[in-house]
C-alpha cells in the first residue's frame, strides 16, 4: 500500500484508502518502508501561517490515529504468526500465545500489562468494523476507542458487532467527548444484553485490589479499588470519626483527620510506620551533614533530602509540616544498614551465595539496587528474585546474576525463546533478547550520591537503528 499524500478537499474517511479509491494522488515506490514514511515526514516544514499550523495539527493528529490502527493489524499479525509457530514447536494450545504481548510492550516501548491490553484491543478490534474504520481515519483516537472495547468486552463477538453497528448507524460518538462516549456505548450494550452488566459487575467485584502512586511534594496516592459498598461504608467511617474529633476540638482539617486516621487503622500506629521497614535509601552525608543528595524510598521513588532525614530520624514529615493531634508521630527504634559502594561508579558492592534461593539478606540487596522490575519500560514491584542465567544451567546465586523481577515478568522470561545475561559496565546491566531475536537493555538504576555516568539505556534496543533516528530528529525542520 503507498502512502497518500492527498490535496485539500479529500473526504478524511478515504484519504487512508488505496491510490485507485482517492484519484489524483502521488504516492511512495511500491512496498515502502516505515523508514521512508518517517524521512517523507522530516521533510515536512512547518507550516507559514497559524491556519496552516492548525491543519497541520489535525493532520498529524490523524496520522497518528491511522500509525495507531497500523500498530493494531500488526499485533495480531504477528500473534497469529507466534501462534503458528508455537503450534508447529508442539506447544500445547493452552500455552500458545505466550510473551506475544510482552515482546509488544517491548517494542511499543510500554510495560508488560499496558503491553496485555493493547493486545487485547488489537484483538477485540477485528470484531468491530465500523469502531475500527473510525480509528483508522482519525475520527476516535487510540484512548476512546480503547474505552469503546473496554465497555463491550463482556459480551459475546455477535453482540459486540451489533453494538458496533448501532453506534456507526446513529453517528452517536460524532463529535462526542469521553464521558458520552462511554454512556453511548454502556446503554447500547446494556440493550443487546443487560446481563452484561451483572457479568462486569462479577469480575469487578475479582479485580479489587491497592496501589501506590507517587504524587508531588513528596506524597503519595494510596487508592484502593472496592466493591461500592465497602467502600462507600469506609469513607462514611473515615467521615463520622473526623467530624467526632473536630466537634471535640481538634484543630486538624476534616482531610487531614480522614487521612490520619486512615493510617493509623491500617499500621496499627499513631503516626503511620512504626515498626515497619521502609527501607530508606540515603548517603551518610544526607543524613549526618545536611547534604542535598536526594534520597530513594523503594515504592515511591526519589524523595529530597530534607524530608528523608525528617523520616529517618523523626519518622514524619519535614519541618514546618508537623503532624498535629492524635496523628502525631511517635518515637522510632532507627536501624541504619550500611551499603558499601564502588568508588567511581555507585555499584554496590557484590556478594555471594552458593544456594539456589536468594537468602534473605541478598534478597533486600537486589530490592535496594533494582528498586522496581529490571524489565524495560515495567515499574511494578518486585515480587520474584530471579537467576538472570538460569541456576539449572549453572547460573550461580549472586549480586550480579540476580534481578529484580515482578512475577508477570519473571513467568515470560522463562518461557521458550527468551534469554538474559548481564553486560559489563559501571552498573549493573542486564540484555535480554525475545525469541524474535530483538535485544533489550536494563540497566539499574542510579543509587543517592552515585556519579552521573554513561551506561546503556533502560530499555535500550539493540538491532534498531536509533543514531539514525536520532540524526533525523536533528535533522527535522
Request: net charge neutral; hydrophobic share 40%; with cysteine.
Amino acid at each position: 500500500m503507498g502512502v497518500i499524500v492527498e490535496s485539500a478537499g479529500v473526504d478524511r474517511a478515504a484519504r487512508w484508502a488505496e491510490p485507485s479509491a482517492v484519484g489524483a494522488v502521488s504516492y511512495l515506490p511500491a512496498a515502502p518502508c516505515i523508514a521512508d514514511v518517517l524521512n517523507l515526514l522530516a521533510r515536512v516544514p512547518l507550516a507559514a501561517d497559524g491556519a496552516g499550523l492548525i491543519d497541520q495539527i489535525r493532520g498529524l493528529e490523524e496520522l497518528k490515529c491511522f500509525a495507531g490502527a497500523r500498530q493494531a493489524e500488526a499485533a495480531v499479525a504477528f500473534d497469529l504468526s507466534q501462534r503458528r509457530e508455537q503450534a508447529d514447536a508442539g506447544v500445547p494450545a493452552a500455552d500458545q500465545g505466550a510473551g506475544v504481548s510482552a515482546q509488544i510492550a517491548l517494542a511499543r516501548r510500554e510495560s508488560p500489562a499496558r503491553g496485555s491490553r493493547l493486545l487485547g484491543l488489537a484483538k477485540a478490534l477485528t470484531g468491530m468494523p465500523h469502531t475500527f474504520a473510525a480509528f483508522r481515519a482519525g475520527l476516535l483516537n487510540e484512548w476512546r476507542t480503547t474505552l469503546i472495547v473496554k465497555e463491550t468486552i463482556c459480551l459475546t463477538p455477535g453482540d459486540r458487532a451489533g453494538v458496533d453497528e448501532e453506534l456507526a448507524d446513529t453517528g452517536a460518538l460524532d463529535g462526542a467527548g469521553d464521558k458520552a462516549i462511554i454512556a453511548a456505548v454502556r446503554a447500547a450494550a446494556y440493550r443487546r444484553d443487560p446481563a452484561s452488566a451483572a457479568k462486569r459487575a462479577a469480575r469487578a467485584v475479582s479485580e479489587r485490589c491497592v496501589s501506590l502512586r507517587p504524587a508531588p511534594d513528596t506524597m503519595a496516592y494510596l487508592t484502593a479499588l472496592l466493591p461500592v459498598a465497602q467502600g462507600v461504608a469506609a469513607y462514611a467511617a473515615l467521615v463520622r470519626d473526623a467530624d467526632t474529633a473536630r466537634a471535640a476540638g481538634d484543630d486538624r482539617s476534616r482531610g487531614q483527620v480522614m487521612a490520619d486516621t486512615l493510617i493509623e487503622r491500617l499500621t496499627g500506629a499513631p503516626g503511620g510506620i512504626t515498626g515497619v521497614q521502609i527501607q530508606l535509601v540515603m548517603t551518610d552525608r544526607t543524613l549526618l551533614r545536611a547534604d542535598a543528595e536526594p534520597a530513594r524510598l523503594p515504592g515511591y521513588g526519589t524523595i529530597p533530602a530534607e524530608p528523608a532525614r525528617a523520616i529517618a530520624l523523626a519518622g514524619g514529615p519535614a519541618p514546618g509540616k508537623p503532624v498535629t493531634g492524635e496523628g502525631a508521630a511517635h518515637e522510632l527504634d532507627l536501624w541504619v544498614r550500611r551499603l558499601y559502594t564502588a568508588p567511581g561508579s555507585g555499584e554496590l558492592v557484590a556478594m555471594d551465595s552458593t544456594a539456589r534461593l536468594f537468602p534473605a539478606g541478598l534478597k533486600r540487596f537486589l530490592q535496594v539496587r533494582d528498586d522496581t522490575c529490571r524489565t524495560p519500560y515495567c515499574d511494578a514491584p518486585i515480587r520474584h528474585h530471579d537467576h538472570i542465567t538460569a541456576w539449572h544451567t549453572g547460573g550461580p546465586t549472586s549480586v550480579n546474576n540476580g534481578q529484580g523481577l515482578c512475577e508477570a515478568c519473571n513467568h515470560t522470561k522463562e518461557t521458550p525463546g527468551w534469554t538474559a545475561q548481564t553486560i559489563q559496565g559501571q552498573r549493573h546491566t542486564v540484555a535480554t533478547t525475545t525469541p524474535t531475536g530483538h535485544t533489550y537493555h536494563s540497566t539499574a538504576p542510579p543509587l543517592p550520591g552515585a556519579p552521573i555516568c554513561q551506561s546503556p539505556a533502560h530499555g535500550n534496543q539493540s538491532g534498531h537503528s536509533q543514531e539514525r533516528r536520532l540524526a533525523l530528529a536533528r535533522a527535522t525542520p
